[in-house]
T-cell receptor, first 114, second 112 residues
Framework: GESVGLHLPTLSVQEGDNSIINCAYSNSASDYFIWYKQESGKGPQFIID?????DKRQGQRVTVLLNKTVKHLSLQIAATQPGDSAVYFC?????????????FGAGTQVVVTP | EPEVTQTPSHQVTQMGQEVILRCVPI?????FYWYRQILGQKVEFLVS????????KSEIFDDQFSVERPDGSNFTLKIRSTKLEDSAMYFC??????????FGPGTRLLVL
């Protein structure tokens, strides 16, 4: 069935290194994707989004890459810091859904080690 | 920086009781949402709301659920007769446009 999912459930990263979090999606018609960060006991926090007419978008220390050919989304975090430890979700808004209905992936736990 | 707020932060209720979860969206936002997250699982869409009416609801959002925007600032989710399986974290979100959504801190609901 159609789904949004993550390749790696847990990612351990050394402080200062770059992190790469991956996400696969199966609906080739999806045109909008978002990355959220969720710290323990808190709500999802918007990080960055990207539309399907782009293949790369950069924010502060973060870059999202979209490969529509293989239906793959990634989030790169530069110079990972302890405060980056959290669960990261990709989410998509599919054209078959009404606007605003986000389909979330399962999440990747990022653990930053000193 | 404006934030979505939710009350209460925690709610414990008996099965069969009604609960109302409250949210104050970001003030100039027009699009409102409820999601839930069962412990250890992914975030699930419940309902979207715009222009004083439901835009879409998931299969989870059955007749026991309702949403309301009683005034210009609050957005509520009511569960009429709670079940054990309603235990979850409930998140409200709002957006200035139909896509980018900002989430509140959540209400943890425990049904006994």
């Amino acid at each position: 069935g159609e789904s949004v999912g993550l390749h790696l459930p847990t990612l351990s990263v050394q402080e200062g290194d770059n992190s790469i979090i991956n996400c696969a999606y199966s609906n080739s018609a999806s045109d909008y994707f978002i990355w959220y960060k969720q710290e323990s006991g808190k709500g999802p926090q918007f990080i960055i989004d990207i539309r399907s007419n782009m293949d790369k978008r950069q924010g502060q220390r973060v870059t999202v890459l979209l490969n529509k050919t293989v239906k793959h989304l990634s989030l790169q975090i530069a110079a990972t810091q302890p405060g980056d430890s959290a669960v990261y979700f990709c989410a998509e808004n599919r054209p078959t859904d009404s606007w605003g209905k986000l389909q979330f992936g399962a999440g990747t736990q990022v653990v930053v080690t000193p | 920086e404006p934030e979505v707020t939710q009350t209460p932060s925690h709610q414990v209720t008996q099965m069969g009781q009604e609960v109302i979860l409250r949210c104050v969206p970001i003030s100039n936002h027009l699009y409102f949402y409820w999601y839930r997250q069962i412990l250890g699982q992914k975030v699930e869409f419940l309902v979207s709301f715009y222009n004083n009416e439901i835009s879409e609801k998931s299969e989870i959002f059955d007749d026991q659920f309702s949403v309301e925007r009683p005034d210009g600032s609050n957005f509520t989710l009511k569960i009429r007769s709670t079940k054990l399986e309603d235990s979850a974290m409930y998140f409200c979100a709002s957006g200035g446009g139909p896509e980018t959504q900002y989430f509140g801190p959540g209400t943890r609901l425990l049904v006994l």
